[in-house]
């Protein structure tokens, strides 16, 4: 009973604010999702990475080997999906790219944040940083032919996640004013992520949701035992192993679907992944907390 009441805990503002999202938009009200999420990505998320970077008690080798097993966990992922798709003879430009890549910041970084503190934090924002790189590069070649590295470089989160790792690695401070000031724009964050996805949900239309719903659990599946071999084989203590399951477990972002609409792909079958993978993440991420607590 106290696990269950823990992992509730730690959902349930998750889940309530971006009920608060679905319900603004279902009452009518008004929500520009494009200024919000620039807001976000630009520089509020930026900030509350810095600042937990720059803060955090990370080991630079504990950095390096959760740096490793990100990638390997993507890396098993895409394998694993890569196989799949073409068993199934969906189109990889469409699938591939919404099922390796999570919500790792929207719903990643608060249920860190909530489930293991600022510690747990610090761990998914470097998961993040990864996710975001390999989403710049791999994952927009991926659905357009034509990744930037350039493109990731000029990326505030990318930005700020090299810059703090270097005051991480110095063990350099910005002045208590300026890290106040930081820490306040960061704390935007999250809640204001986590009602745009309740907003973005809320406005996609979806068809054919059997195999939306079939493949949202084949990933979170995957994406669980892909992130658990990989912390195992890189010897990652139990606290980021427990932040690297649930960042790589995350569901369908809402951004490849804004990539499948911008690049001409069929966005409804990636807005019934989003849908079905945020819905399913309401029973899988609590399971997962229990099994990771």
Sequence with gaps: MNLAITVLNITA????LAAVGFAWVKLGFEYRVEFVTRLAMTLSVPCLIFVALMKA???????AALSLASFAAYALVSIVFIITL??????????LAPLIFGNTGNLGLPLALFAFGEEGLSYAVVIFAVMAILSFTIGVWIVSGGGSLLRVIKEPVVAATLLGAVFLMQGWRTPTFLTNALELIGQMAIPVMLITLGVAV???ETRDMARAVWLSV????????AAFG??????LAPVPTAVLIVQISTPVAVTSYL?????????QPVAGLVVASTLLSVVALPLILAFVI
């Design 202 to 204: 809320a406005r996609l």
């Design 259 to 267: 990539l499948a609409e911008k690049y001409g792909k069929e966005a």
């Design 57 to 63: 008690q990370i080991e630079p080798s504990a950095l």
């Design 218 to 225: 084949l990933k979170a599946l995957v994406c669980a035992l």
């Design 13 to 16: 503002p998750v889940f309530i």
């Design 230 to 235: 990989a912390a195992r084989w890189f010897g």
């Design 86 to 95: 073409k068993a199934l003879k969906l189109e990889l430009s469409t699938y």
